[in-house]
Every structure is written in C-alpha cells, then in structure tokens.
C-alpha cells in the first residue's frame, strides 16, 4: 500500500510547485517524482501527514509502521551529499513527523487534537472554563486518599483503580467521537487528564515509599 496516498482528504487533488525543479508534485510526498529532491512539509493535519484516516481510534501498529517507514526515508545519511537546503528540508520533515506521532500515539493528545480539528476546544486548564464539579469532588477525594495512604500496597491499590479508569475513559472517548458527541469528548477529554496526573502522582508516591524517602 502506498501510504502517502491512504489519506489525502482532497490534498492529492491539489498540485504545488517542486522547488528544484519546479515541476508539478504532490503537497503530501516527501520527494519530487520528477527530480527526487526532498519537500518541504506542506501546511497539513496529524492524520494526512501521516497517511492516517482521521479518528480516535487508531490503529498503533499502522501508525508506527507509517511514521518508522517515512522516517527511514528522511535518514541523515541518505542526505549526506545533497545541499544544505535539502539536508534543512529533511529535518523539517522529520521534524513534522515526530510532531505528528508524538500527538497520535497517546490517547490523550489524540484525542484533545480531534477535538480541536473538530472546532472544540478541551483543556482542563482553560480557567474561562470551570470544570464539572463533579470531576473536582472526585478528584480531590481521590488525591487525598493517595496522601493518607500509609503503605505502598495502599498506594498500589488507588494506582490499580486509577488505570482502570483511565482504560474506561479511554474507551468512553471512542464510543463518544463514534457518536459525534463532542460536548460529552470534551468532559472526558479533562476526565483523563485528572485520570493521568493521579497516576502519575500515585507512580511518583509509590517509588518513594519503596525507597523510604517518604
């Protein structure tokens, strides 16, 4: 399959300049079919740049395989004898690239940068924007279980319950963009950034009482 063209959302209807030699090229491929001098990367969302449909649920072996496979080609060995302008070219790209897989790969950016292509946007720090109080209440019942917990299986105990809402979140996000349903993404969206920061926090608790530096 030719993954620069398995998403192009009207990109390959669409025919910009090649810079070397200025004959026609794709906005979305990496390199000029006619002189093979690499492209800039062209103005383009996560998902056509990495020749992805757009959606929440994505497939991470498809992803990686994509993102891996330009990657090879962008190699700085493989411009070791081209111009300093290709060579600059070349870590734009993969520059761009990186960016992209970074965002998709992780349920919670991925989702955040779907709802901001959709025209909504979701930050749990968005202060213009009071978050649900009943999000509030059961994180700080949440946080403050995680303070008075005493031992380390107390901790592991509120670190299990919390990844297993964290996997429920996740899978409440598909079913929600499946259904179009922005507003209830959008709740979720801040649901699993509380979700991950007590993780994080109860990971952070946890080593430290293992160390007994607590």
Not at 130 to 136: I, Y
Not at 153 to 182: G, H, K, M, N, P
């Amino acid at each position: 399959m030719n993954i620069e063209a398995h998403h192009t959302d009207g990109l390959e209807a669409c025919v910009v300049e090649c810079w070397s030699c200025k004959g026609p090229a794709s906005p979305r491929a990496l390199f000029c079919s006619v002189c093979g001098a690499v492209q800039p990367p062209r103005p383009m969302d996560h998902f056509q740049r990495l020749g992805l449909m757009p959606g929440f649920d994505v497939d991470q072996g498809e992803l990686e395989r994509h993102y891996f496979g330009f990657q090879r080609r962008l190699h700085p060995d493989r411009f070791a004898a081209r111009s300093a302008k290709e060579k600059l070219m070349s870590q734009q790209q993969a520059m761009a690239l990186n960016e992209a897989y970074e965002t998709l790969k992780e349920p919670l950016k991925r989702a955040a940068y779907l709802l901001k292509l959709k025209g909504r946007k979701a930050d749990a720090e968005d202060s213009a924007k009071p978050a649900d109080p009943a999000l509030l209440m059961e994180q700080m019942e949440a946080r403050e279980a995680l303070m008075e917990a005493d031992s380390a299986e107390q901790v592991q105990a509120i670190l299990a319950r919390t990844e297993s809402d964290i996997a429920f979140a996740v899978d409440d996000l598909s079913q929600a963009f499946a259904a179009e349903c922005l507003e209830g993404a959008a709740k979720l969206v801040m649901r699993l950034k509380y979700l991950m920061r007590l993780s994080d926090e109860a990971r952070g608790r946890k080593s430290r009482m293992t160390r007994g530096t607590l």
